[in-house]
Every structure is written in structure tokens, then in C-alpha cells.
């Protein structure tokens, strides 16, 4: 309690011009504080936004990975699927047949299926074929990719055509994959 009657003697020893400098100055004081008081809550609110912001950036980012992963996975499981189902199946097979039915044997030139099949480092082993054709018309080029793709087994890695007069001649790499053989 004697700090408060020391504060109330100073006050009223203080003349008129004194005290209003006095209140001035704390009230200054007050709102220079208040003021700061403020700067430093929003610079920290700032901050905190920024941060907030960069982590649901994370977030999605690492969302979008999930989802590959997920979607990754869900394509392996289903190539795994669609090789175990057919253990046995040749590209050179299918090639063949391919081009029996489509009446191509007489415009197709050489056939390589390189040995040994490519190890892809993945627990699957990559076979190719390439073929290479002469004579060829649109149709029958539509025909044999067509005829190619619907195989879910086989994709095309490569096609090249060159046209030769009003016909063309294509080249064409075809791969599967199977299953590697562990050692």
C-alpha cells in the first residue's frame, strides 16, 4: 500500500502542465506497447499462416504420392495377375497367329526375338520381337496394331514406317513380360 499513496503524493505534488505531460507519456507508453503487442501477434499469426500453408501443401503432395503408390500397385498386382494366368504364353505364337489371321505372311520379312529376354530388375524379365514388313497398305498396318493392342499381354515399344510408293513398310518391336526366374 505505500507504493500506492508514494504514486498519489507524486501526482498531486506535479502542477497542471506536468501532469498532462505525465499522462501523455503513459499513454504513449500504453499505445507504443499495445502497438507492439499487436505487430509482434500478427508477425507470429504471419508465420504461423505460412507455415500452415506449406504444410497442406506437404499434405497433398504427399496425397498425390499415396495415390501413385496406390494406383502402382494396383497396375503391378494386375501384370502379375495377367502373367500367372498364362505361364506358357510366346510372343512368337501370338505373333504368328497374328499375321496368319491378318493375311500378312507374304509382306513380312524378318522376325528377331533376341535371347536372352532383357532382365528388368524388378522381378519381370522383358521379350521383344521385331518384325519388319513391306507392302503394306493403312489398313493393314490399322489392322495389325489393333490386333496387336488388343492382346493386354503384348504392347508395341516401337514403330517405324516408311513409305515405299502408295504402300509402306513398317517396322515393329513388340514385348511381354514374364515372371524372372529366381536363381
Same mark, same amino acid.
Given at each position: 500500500?505505500?507504493?500506492? /499513496?508514494?504514486?498519489?503524493d507524486?501526482?498531486?505534488?506535479?502542477?497542471?502542465?506536468?501532469? &498532462?505531460?505525465?499522462?501523455?507519456? %503513459?499513454?504513449?507508453?500504453?499505445?507504443?506497447?499495445?502497438?507492439?503487442?499487436?505487430?509482434?501477434?500478427?508477425?507470429?499469426?504471419?508465420?504461423?499462416? *505460412?507455415?500452415? !500453408?506449406?504444410? *497442406?501443401?506437404?499434405?497433398k503432395?504427399? /496425397?498425390?504420392?499415396?495415390?501413385? &503408390?496406390k $494406383?502402382?500397385?494396383?497396375? /503391378?498386382?494386375?501384370?502379375k495377375?495377367?502373367?500367372?494366368?498364362?505361364?506358357?504364353?510366346?510372343? $512368337?505364337?501370338?505373333?504368328?497367329?497374328?499375321?496368319?489371321?491378318l493375311?500378312?505372311?507374304?509382306?513380312? #520379312?524378318? @522376325?528377331?526375338?533376341?535371347?536372352?529376354?532383357?532382365?528388368?530388375?524388378? #522381378?519381370?524379365?522383358?521379350?521383344?520381337?521385331?518384325? =519388319?514388313?513391306?507392302?503394306? *497398305?493403312?489398313?493393314? !498396318?490399322?489392322?495389325?496394331?489393333? *490386333?496387336?493392342? $488388343?492382346?493386354? $499381354?503384348?504392347?508395341?515399344?516401337? %514403330?517405324s514406317?516408311?513409305?515405299?510408293?502408295? %504402300?509402306?513398310? @513398317?517396322?515393329?518391336?513388340?514385348?511381354?513380360?514374364q515372371?524372372?526366374? =529366381?536363381?
Amino acid at each position: 500500500m505505500m507504493i500506492f /499513496q508514494n504514486i498519489k503524493d507524486f501526482v498531486s505534488d506535479l502542477d497542471k502542465k506536468q501532469l &498532462y505531460q505525465l499522462t501523455a507519456g %503513459l499513454v504513449g507508453g500504453v499505445i507504443v506497447c499495445a502497438g507492439l503487442i499487436i505487430f509482434w501477434h500478427n508477425s507470429a499469426m504471419g508465420s504461423l499462416q *505460412n507455415k500452415l !500453408v506449406q504444410v *497442406n501443401k506437404t499434405r497433398k503432395d504427399a /496425397q498425390v504420392l499415396i495415390d501413385d &503408390y496406390k $494406383r502402382v500397385t494396383k497396375q /503391378q498386382e494386375d501384370v502379375k495377375d495377367l502373367i500367372s494366368k498364362d505361364a506358357s504364353f510366346k510372343i $512368337r505364337d501370338f505373333f504368328n497367329l497374328t499375321i496368319k489371321d491378318l493375311n500378312l505372311t507374304a509382306n513380312l #520379312g524378318r @522376325v528377331d526375338v533376341p535371347e536372352p529376354p532383357q532382365d528388368l530388375g524388378n #522381378g519381370y524379365n522383358e521379350i521383344k520381337l521385331t518384325a =519388319s514388313f513391306t507392302g503394306l *497398305n493403312m489398313k493393314d !498396318v490399322c489392322d495389325l496394331l489393333e *490386333n496387336i493392342e $488388343r492382346e493386354r $499381354r503384348v504392347f508395341i515399344k516401337i %514403330l517405324s514406317m516408311t513409305k515405299d510408293g502408295q %504402300l509402306l513398310d @513398317v517396322t515393329l518391336e513388340i514385348a511381354t513380360l514374364q515372371l524372372a526366374k =529366381s536363381s
